[in-house]
Nanobody
Framework: QVQPVESGGGYVQPGGSLRLSCAVSGSIFRSNAMGWFRQAPGKERACVAAISWSAASTFYADSVKGRFTISRDNAKTTMYLQMNSLKPEDTAVYYC????????????????????WGQGTQVTVSS
C-alpha cells in the first residue's frame, strides 16, 4: 500500500510562505499524477493544485493561482507545494494524493479520482 508522507506545515503570519513536501516511497510515484488538497473545519476537501506524472500539465484552484506553485522531483519521488502570500483563508489541513495511471482522461480536481492519500499536515495562517 502506498503511503505518502507530508511535511512542512506550520504556523505563519499573513503574507508569509511555506513549502510543503510529499514523499512517496517507491518508483510508482514516477508514473502517478499527484495532487494537493485541503480541508478546513466545516468545509469539504478541495483540490488546491495537481500535477501530471511528467509535470507537463498542472492545475490550480482559482483561489491560489499566482500564489502557490506545485512541482515534483521524480528522481526523489517527492512532490512540493510552494505557498506564498498566505492568507488566513488558506488555513486548513493539507493532504497529498496520488492517482495511478489509467490511460483515461480525468478531472484532476476531483478527490474521488485519487487512489491513495497522506495523513495531512496542518497549515495555520494567523496574525
Amino acid at each position: 500500500q502506498v503511503q505518502p508522507v507530508e511535511s512542512g506545515g506550520g504556523y505563519v503570519q499573513p503574507g508569509g510562505s511555506l513549502r510543503l513536501s510529499c514523499a512517496v516511497s517507491g518508483s510508482i510515484f514516477r508514473s502517478n499524477a499527484m495532487g494537493w488538497f485541503r480541508q478546513a473545519p466545516g468545509k469539504e476537501r478541495a483540490c488546491v493544485a495537481a500535477i501530471s506524472w511528467s509535470a507537463a500539465s498542472t492545475f490550480y484552484a482559482d483561489s491560489v493561482k499566482g500564489r502557490f506553485t506545485i512541482s515534483r522531483d521524480n528522481a526523489k519521488t517527492t512532490m512540493y507545494l510552494q505557498m506564498n502570500s498566505l492568507k488566513p483563508e488558506d488555513t486548513a489541513v493539507y493532504y497529498c494524493a496520488g492517482r495511478y495511471y489509467s490511460g483515461r482522461h480525468v478531472d484532476p480536481s476531483k478527490h474521488y479520482e485519487y487512489n491513495y492519500w497522506g495523513q495531512g499536515t496542518q497549515v495555520t495562517v494567523s496574525s
